[in-house]
C-alpha cells in the first residue's frame, strides 16, 4: 500500500546519539517496546532471556533462546544473532557482551530476575564498576515523536477501531438483553477481524458501571434507559512488522428516552473533547490542554467527575510518553501521538468518556479516528 519502510538504522543512529550524550555505555534491551522499536523484534516475554546489547562502536548482538531463534527475521545490517543453548548460561554470555560498559540501560519491562541474574554475572565477571539506568528514559523522547512510517501505523490501527466504533454507534451490535461480557467478546472478535493481532482490552460498562472507568466486564445484563462505555483497542499490523496500538472510547444510551440530565452533561463532554483535541498543538505544554479540558468540565459542575488524567502518548505501548496531565509542564511536540479522553463519573449513577487518538499537528491536534461521537441511541 505504501512505500514507507520503517527507519531502523537511523533509530539505531538516534540511540547511540542518545546514549553518547547521556555517558551510557551500553543498551540492553528485552521485554517490551523498546526492542522492536529499535530492530522490528519483540521478545516472548518469557523466563528464558532475550537480549539485544547495543553499544557505541560494536555490532549490536541479540541473543534469543535457540528454540526462538527462528521467528526472528534476521536483520544483518541491525544485529548478529547468537541463538544460546539449553544448556549454556546466558547471563554469562550477556555478562562479557556487555563487559566494561559502565552505564547499562535496560528495558523497563525486563523481568526483575532477569536483571538481578545479570547484576550477578556482571559481578562475577569482575566488572565492579557497572551502574543499570532506564532504556526508557533514554529512549522515549526518540519513541514519542512518531515518524511518517508510525503515523501510517497508527492511522491504520485507528481505522480499524473505528469500524468497530462505528458498528456499535449504528446499532449493529445487538445490546439489550445481552450482558457486558458478551458485548465485550463480540468487540474482541471485531477488533481480530479488522486485522488486530490480539484483544488489548474490550470494556464494556453498562448502567451504573458506566461510572467505574477501567471496569471488567461482567455478566450484568444490559437494559433499555441506560449508557453503555466501550472502550477498545489493541495492536494492530497488516505484515509482520510489530503492531502499533489503537484505543478508542464511545458511549452509547440504550433506548429512545435519554435522561436528561446524562444529555445534559454528555453534550458539555463533547464540547470539552473537542476542545483538548483543539488544543494539542506543538509547544502547548500537556498539563495545559489538560486544564482546559477539566476547566470546562468544571464549570458545568463536573470537575470533581473527571477523576483521571486527560490522555496517554500512544505507539508500540497502549500508554507512554507523553502524558497529558497535571505537572506535566513539557511542551507537546509535532508528531507526538497520544489520546483525549475525558469522562465523568457519577457513582451509584452513571459514567461517559469520549476518546480518540490524536496527532499533535501545527493547527491544532488532528483526531486519527472518525467514528462519530454524538450520543448515539441504540439496542
Ligand atoms: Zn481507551
Ligand atoms: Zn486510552
Not at 519502510?5 to 540511540?15: I, T
Not at 562475577?124 to 543499570?132: E, I, L
Not at 497502549?318 to 509542564?329: D, F, K, N, Q
Request: proline share 7%.
Amino acid at each position: 500500500v505504501s512505500e514507507l519502510a520503517p527507519p531502523y538504522l537511523e533509530r539505531l543512529s538516534a540511540a547511540r546519539r542518545k546514549m553518547a550524550e547521556q555517558g551510557v555505555g551500553a543498551l540492553a534491551l528485552s521485554i517490551g517496546a523498546e526492542l522492536p522499536w529499535l530492530v522490528g523484534y519483540e521478545a516472548m516475554p518469557l523466563e528464558r532471556l532475550t537480549l539485544l546489547v547495543v553499544r557505541g562502536d560494536a555490532e549490536p548482538v541479540l541473543l534469543v533462546p535457540r528454540l526462538e531463534a527462528p521467528r526472528v527475521r534476521e536483520r544483518p545490517e541491525l544485529f548478529r544473532l547468537r541463538p544460546w543453548e539449553e544448556h549454556e548460561d546466558p547471563y554469562a554470555l550477556a555478562a562479557s557482551e556487555l563487559k566494561g560498559s559502565g552505564v547499562i540501560a535496560i528495558s523497563d519491562r525486563a523481568w526483575a530476575s532477569a536483571l538481578l541474574a545479570l547484576q550477578r554475572a556482571i559481578s562475577q565477571a569482575g566488572d565492579a564498576s557497572v551502574r543499570f539506568v532506564s532504556a526508557g528514559a533514554l529512549l522515549s523522547p526518540l519513541r514519542s515523536q512518531k515518524d511518517p512510517w508510525e503515523l501510517s501505523r497508527l492511522a491504520g490501527a485507528a481505522k480499524a477501531a473505528d469500524a468497530v466504533a462505528s458498528a456499535l454507534v449504528g446499532g449493529a451490535v445487538r445490546l439489550v438483553g445481552r450482558t457486558e461480557r458478551a458485548v465485550s467478546r463480540e468487540i474482541g472478535e471485531r477488533l481480530l477481524a479488522e486485522g488486530h493481532r490480539r484483544v488489548g482490552f474490550a470494556i464494556v460498562a453498562s448502567g451504573e458501571n458506566s461510572a467505574s472507568p477501567h471496569h471488567e466486564p461482567t455478566d450484568r445484563t444490559i437494559c433499555p434507559g441506560e449508557p453503555v462505555v466501550c472502550d477498545f483497542g489493541g495492536p494492530w499490523s497488516p505484515d509482520d512488522e510489530p503492531g502499533y496500538c489503537s484505543d478508542i472510547t464511545r458511549t452509547l444510551w440504550v433506548g429512545e428516552q435519554v435522561d436528561p440530565y446524562f444529555a445534559t452533561c454528555y453534550a458539555v463532554l463533547q464540547e470539552a473533547q473537542a476542545t483538548g483535541v483543539a488544543a494539542a498543538r506543538p509547544g502547548q505544554p500537556a498539563e495545559v490542554v489538560d486544564a482546559e479540558v477539566r476547566a470546562r468540565l468544571a464549570s458545568a459542575g463536573l470537575g470533581e467527575a473527571f477523576v483521571h488524567r486527560l490522555g496517554h502518548g500512544i505507539g508500540l505501548d497502549e500508554h507512554e510518553e507523553p502524558y497529558l496531565v497535571a505537572g506535566a509542564r513539557s511542551p507537546l511536540l509535532e508528531r507526538q501521538v497520544f489520546s483525549v479522553e475525558p469522562g465523568f463519573y457519577l457513582p451509584g449513577r452513571f459514567g461517559a468518556r469520549i476518546e480518540d487518538i490524536v496527532v499533535a499537528e501545527a493547527g491544532g491536534g488532528r483526531a486519527l479516528n472518525r467514528a462519530p461521537r454524538g450520543l448515539a441511541l441504540v439496542d
